[in-house]
């Protein structure tokens, strides 16, 4: 099978780390990416589950605000504004 280059840019931290995590579990970063890819491409999905993670955003006490505010803003007829976003 034929070999080629693939170019992937991150941040040089992490590149640190993930070479550091790839000699620690023995194998190299290339050798990762390849599993990563085998993986997604037999499981038809991204091999691992993927979330906000600690964005204050998503979490559960600014989710039931969220709710406690939408119930109020139709109980009580409020006006709904639409926001434009930039392009």
Known sequence: MAQ??????MDADL???FEA???DIGMN??????????MAVRERRIPFEIT???????SLENIER???????LEAT????????LDD
């Open 29 to 38: 970063m290339t050798t990762a990416f390849c599993v990563f890819a085998k």
């Open 66 to 72: 969220l709710k406690r505010s939408i119930a109020q």
């Open 15 to 17: 590149k640190k780390q």
């Open 52 to 58: 906000a993670g600690n964005d204050p955003f998503y």
């Open 77 to 84: 007829g409020g006006t709904v504004h639409e926001v434009k």
């Open 21 to 23: 995590f790839c000699s």
């Open 4 to 9: 080629v280059n693939v170019n992937i840019r």
